[in-house]
């Protein structure tokens, strides 16, 4: 099943590029030019291990006509909503997950949430009904998906209108080797998209000793739990 990812030659799409073709994943990579997707695509397979999946690189709607159901959108907030405006008609008939999160101009370490409540709502109301949105991946670094020899380190949270292309996204993401959950309808992204300016501030921080940290859902040590 070959999946798009939409303004793929940035890191997260890079990353994403990376994991899902090392996991078998074939990628059609999206630009608004071909020829510096093709030149990204040719690049991110220098760096595949043998086995992988290909990775060819095309312009947006060459991407999301080459996938067969999924299409991962992966641009910064500032192009968010005029790429789907322009790739409405093309995205009829396929899946959207949608990884944008509306940092604030000039302070990342916050959101500034469009009138929508959220990056993916907004994304479904520019789409309408018949095209599911889904967000998800809002909180994993870009650095850690482009880092191949190291597992993802957190938990995917996955929300969107209608249960089954939810499920179906958290199939697909599952294959990258992480653990997703389902965290219900679209307006949960304001949740989702508004963790990430938190891990932002923290990983900056020079109080901790780490970078690049994402969240885990934790169980319980002991076996039962009263309600």
Known sequence: MTVAIVGGTGPQGQGLALRFASAGVPIALGSRTAVRAIEMA???MSRTLPGSAA???CDNEAAIAAADEMVILAVPWSAHNALLISLKEALAGKILIDIAVPLKDGDPKKVTMPPEGSATEAAQAILGPDIPV???LHNVSAVTLNTLDQPINCDILVCGNGLKPRKKAMALIEQLGVVTYNAG??????CLEAITPILIRINISKTVPFTHAGIRIWPPTHSHQER
Do not use: P, S
Request: charge should be negative; avoid cysteine.
């Open 185 to 190: 309808d679209v307006e949960a992204a304001r």
């Open 55 to 57: 990775i060819t690189g």
């Open 134 to 136: 889904m967000g998800a």
């Open 42 to 44: 040719e690049t991110l």
